[in-house]
């Protein structure tokens, strides 16, 4: 490595992020740490480099998990489903895998910028063909654990054949994931036909040292309605995620959680009020601590 003006202050930055040497991993290459040296947020960082240990990623791939906002997806999945006390703890103390239970080992939305496809004219067994082209990084996307079972496997039934479009087995939780893909915004026919599939698949497919089967559909966009009366409300095998076909902006983001807040407020009937406020702007500037850094 020469001493240029642009590598001593690569290892300028690089020791003052990582001061105490017992921090640094051997397993990292010099890339995937001054990846890392550009992460201000240090919960974030040290996420970040517990997963491509963890995960084998490569620098190439840190860096895209880096850009796709991995981390902060997760922390606004889980935002969801938790009070607001979990949210800051995690944002500001916890260095732990945030995916602890099935609903945290999926998020919404997925982002697959990968595939280079238009978001307007497209059919699903395009989609499909795409994800299937582009096996190694729409894993990477999922997460960790999963390995590729088959496309559009076969149920046969005494009423006829049934085709999933994707399936998956996740070897930490042990279980299968069946995936439907949609063109189109979620609706309750989508639902009653994953409900179908899961129901099907544990009677003829899974093995009793199996976890129950996971249904997730993958839509253009979330139906509130549909996840509040259908069985999605309820259930902890069947679930709805949006995908984007492009990396959305900060802009973007900050549109969407707002979205998503007055959603919910209006579902209950709630005011705006400190306890949302707060979690957005938690939300926010975690995605704007690490838009500022990439």
């Not at 001593?8 to 040296?37: G, K």
């Not at 480099?49 to 999945?77: C, D, V």
Request: hydrophobic share 40%; charged share 25%; net charge negative.
């Amino acid at each position: 490595m020469g001493a240029t003006a642009r590598n001593l202050r690569n290892m300028r930055q690089f020791y003052l992020v990582f001061s105490i040497w017992n921090a640094v991993r051997t397993e990292l290459s010099w890339t995937h740490y001054r990846t890392l040296t550009r992460i201000e947020n240090k919960s974030a960082r040290l996420w970040y480099m517990n997963e491509a240990i963890e995960q084998n990623w490569s620098a190439r791939a840190l860096e895209r998990q880096i850009g796709a906002l991995y981390y902060e997806r997760l922390l606004s999945t889980q935002a969801k489903q938790q009070d607001l006390q979990p949210v800051i703890d995690e944002a500001n103390h916890k260095t732990t895998a945030l995916a602890l239970t099935v609903k945290d080992y999926l998020r919404d939305p997925y982002i697959f910028d990968f595939l280079g496809l238009p978001s307007v004219s497209l059919q699903e067994s395009e989609l499909e063909q795409a994800l299937i082209d582009n096996l190694q990084k729409f894993l990477l996307e999922l997460g960790k654990g999963f390995a590729f079972v088959e496309r559009q496997q076969r149920i046969v039934t005494e009423d006829g054949d049934f085709f999933i479009d994707l399936v998956f087995y996740n070897f930490h939780l042990k279980c299968f994931l069946l995936i439907d893909l949609k063109m189109h915004k979620l609706s309750h026919q989508d639902v009653g036909q994953m409900d179908m599939y899961v129901r099907m698949y544990e009677e003829k497919k899974r093995r009793s040292d199996d976890n129950p089967t996971i249904g997730l559909i993958l839509c253009t966009d979330n139906n509130r309605t549909v996840a509040k009366y259908s069985v999605l409300n309820d259930s902890d095998h069947l679930f709805a995620s949006k995908y984007m076909l492009e990396l959305p902006s900060e802009e973007e983001l900050r549109h969407q959680l707002e979205k998503e807040r007055q959603q919910l407020l209006a579902q209950q009937g709630q005011t705006d009020n400190d306890y949302e406020t707060i979690r957005l702007k938690v939300l926010l500037k975690l995605i704007q601590n690490h838009v500022n850094t990439i």
